[in-house]
């Protein structure tokens, strides 16, 4: 199996910076694509920003130019950078992967915990 541990979530300051931390682990054959997704209260879960292992990004609207994913292949590890942080930004941030993974091998997607923003004053 394959694990995704979010971390460096918290509380800022609008305008102030963050960044995320998603730790791949498990029987883990190759990492097609990581992705960061995000959900407030009472919305519906939306794309921050995904890279595929080639190094490949795609951004939602609201978080271009704001945001950075990189992708650490050799430590299966992805980040996302948030600079100029909103309020709107505030919710639960997740991590997903796309793995190849096990001794067959198998093929599938995998999500973290995730890990609480709140941008406030």
């Given at each position: ?5 979010e ?9 102030g ?6 730790a791949?682990s ?8 990581m ?18 292992n ?5 951004y ?7 945001f ?42 995998f ?9 406030s004053?």
């Amino acid at each position: 199996q394959v694990q995704l541990v979010e971390s460096g979530g918290g509380l800022v300051q609008p305008g102030g910076s963050l960044t995320l931390s998603c730790a791949a682990s498990g029987n883990i054959v190759r990492i097609h694509g990581m992705s960061w997704y995000r959900q407030a209260p009472g919305k519906e879960r939306e794309l921050v920003a995904a890279i595929t292992n080639s190094g490949n990004t795609d951004y939602g609207d609201s978080v271009k130019g704001r945001f950075t994913i990189s992708m650490d292949n050799a430590k299966n590890t992805m980040y996302l950078q948030m600079n100029s942080l909103k309020p709107d930004d505030t919710a639960v941030y997740y991590c997903n992967a796309e793995v190849v993974f096990g001794s067959s091998p198998l093929l599938d997607d995998f999500w973290g915990q995730g890990t609480q923003v709140t941008v406030s004053s």
